[in-house]
């Protein structure tokens, strides 16, 4: 071979090693949610009603987020944390998702990541079908920014099929045919740790919306009664303990993948939840006993579980106190893959690089949930530091010592220091829209 050829051949080899190199240093994402699950359902964060071994596992190797503020109901917080964007800029419909939105998933495709969405989408708009002209489009989770998908409630309401027992589930533009001895939360994470077998040698984003811990609340198939039949479909808060004992196995079934392709290392993964857990669940914390407040902007509503894992790079055991809201993830992920994409959040990348970060110093919640009179009568808008919230109707409150909101501080009597906070809550407030 003469010296041409030998140069040209050194330089492809070289050009291929190198664009196999920037493949193999970008990190996986992993974004996992559970539906309907508070801060008090994990053990990691206190809880003595639930045992959660493996996201305990997860928290004590990568990071806890003890304070992160999702909004009160999902569909409200699956437009935020998928767009990056407060509700009052593109949240229309309960149960629906522009399709030209830009999500988080589009954003990972521009950065060259094979994307995968698994679990509940509830985004098509099925409920306002004169109004949305592409409620039944198939392919709505691809122009979203997938390049796969496993869904329940895509194009067919939950009136044609469950989410657990016997599912009605879409995949890739085909109905799966049903089983009755099927469990949907197995088929969702089955597709999941399949598509990390297919997609390991290259760069993968993966959200799994979980449907789980959301009621009806069932028997799942560790529990006893998943052996008859006739009690599969059974609604009972009893059986609530096995849906978190089995979201917890969930995380442990694709953790456990990542370990067995040695990939785990370069894997960021997310466990969070999309508000607070049903208000018909009631549960017990090493501090005190918590009833769910889904649909409403207390604590009990907006207070879920954040945990991020990061093998390779975060410190171990790490508690971060600050404010989360749930525009940073998108924030978030458009650090990781260096893109300038406009967006509401602060981005904690630098965080999870153990490098200097400045936490937020407040969040914000617009919430407008547009869906039932029950849930609508909470329609608000708050601004809070970690200790003190103030509404839009001008209450204020002392959460480290009212966490329900039960006394409003009166204005005429509260410290200085209170003053300036308030001051402070008040000209964040004036920074978004006024609430009509």
Known sequence: MNRFLKSIVFLLVFIIFSCNKNNTTK????????????????????????????????????????????????????????T???????????????????????????????????????????????????????????????????????????KDGGRFANPLIEQNGKLLERNEDAYGPDIFSDYVVDFI????????????????????????????????KEKRYKNDTIYFKDMVAYTDKIVGKITNKLKALKIQDNTIVIFVADNGTHYSIHSKTKERYVQGAKGNTTDGGTHVPLIVSWPNTIKKGRIHNALIEFNDFFATLSDITNQEVKNDGKSFYSLLMNENYKPRNNAFVHYTPRWGKRVNQYRNQFVRTLNYKLYQDGKYYNLKNDILETHPLNKDSITENEKEILSFLQNELKKHPEFK
């Open 27 to 82: 990190p996986n994402v992993i974004l996992i949610m559970a539906d309907d699950m508070g801060y008090e359902c994990l053990s990691a964060f206190g809880s003595t009603s639930y045992k959660t071994p493996i996201l305990d596992g997860l928290a004590a190797n990568g990071i806890l987020f003890n304070n992160c503020v999702s909004q009160p109901l999902c569909t409200p917080s699956r437009v935020k944390i998928m």
């Open 197 to 228: 077998e297919r997609k390991k040698d290259t760069p993968f984003f993966v959200y799994y919306p979980m449907v789980l811990v959301h009621d009806p609340f069932v028997p799942t198939p560790d529990s006893e009664d998943w052996k008859y």
């Open 84 to 158: 990056g964007l407060y509700n009052y800029r593109n949240y229309d419909y309960f149960g629906h998702l522009k399709t030209r939105a830009h999500t988080f998933g589009n954003l990972m495709q521009d950065a060259g990541y094979t994307t995968c969405i698994a679990g509940k989408w509830q985004l098509n708009g099925l409920a306002y079908k004169n109004e949305i002209k592409d409620w039944n489009d198939n392919k709505k989770p691809n122009k979203l920014g997938f390049d796969e998908y496993c869904l329940w409630q895509l194009t067919h309401g939950r």
